[in-house]
C-alpha cells in the first residue's frame, strides 16, 4: 500500500488553512499533524498573537512571556539577533500592518521604520522620530497618536485617510489644521471629558468628518477589530456615513458615539 496521501498536496493544504483560519486557537494542535501541515499552518499563527491578555478573544492562540522566550530561543538567531522579548517579535514579524506601541524609546525607531504599516496606534514622540521618507509612511492610512500633532507632521502621509487624536483643550489649533487635510475622511477626538463644546470644537464638529468617541478599553476594541472587524474606526466611519446621508445636528449632542457594552 502507498504511504501516499490518499488527498493530493493541494487539497489538503487548503483544507488545513481553512481550518487554522476558522480556529487559530487550535493551530498549536494542527502543527502536531505532520511537517508539512506544520509549514503550511504556522504563518497563520503568526497573523495574530495575544500576549498574556485575558479571554476576551478565546478563539486567538495565547502565549505567556515564557512561550514567547521559547518559541523565540528556537529560531534562527539571524531572525532575532540580539533583541528581546517584544522587539524580537516585531523584528521576526517583518510584515506587520496593525501595530499598537506605547512606553517606547528611541530603540524602537529602526524597528518600525521599515514595516509596511496601514495601522499605527503610538506616542507622539515616537511618530515624530520616524523619517518621513522611510517605507512605514508610505501605507499608513490609520493613526492614532496620544497628543495631537501639527499638520507639518502629518502631512508626511499620503494615504492618511483616519486621524485620532487624544483631546487636549489648549490645542484646538492643530485639530483644525488636521482637518485642512483632503485625504482624511474620519478624524476621531478621542474624550472622555463629558464637558460641553468650547466654540473652537462647535466649529470643527460642522465637518462631517469630525467625530468625538469616549476613550475605550483598547485590548477588548482591538480583539473585536481582529475578530469581527467592529472597532472605534468602524464605528466613527458608520457615524459619519450616517451624518453624509441625514444631516446629524452636531449642535444637539448626537454628534458623541457612546462606548460599547464590554459584553460581547
Known sequence: MSSSPILPLELEMAIFELCALSLPVFIPKLMLVAHR????????FYRTICICVDSSAPEFPRLTQDTLSSLITHKPPAFFRKHQNAKSLLLFCSDTENLWLAYTDNTWISLVENLP????DTELQLF????ATRPVFSRLTHLTLDQPAAASALVRLPMLSHLALSWRHDHVAEYSQALELKTLVVFIILKNDPSPLATEEEIMAKDVRFVIMPLRNYIWDWHSGIRDGEDYWSDAEAFVAMRQRKGVNVVSGSRQIEPKSDAA
Do not use: G, T
Not at 37 to 44: D, N
Not at 128 to 131: A, G, I, P
Open 117 to 120: 504599516l496601514k495601522r499605527l
Open 37 to 44: 501541515v506544520k509549514e503550511w499552518v504556522e504563518p497563520i
Open 128 to 131: 515624530l522620530s520616524l523619517e
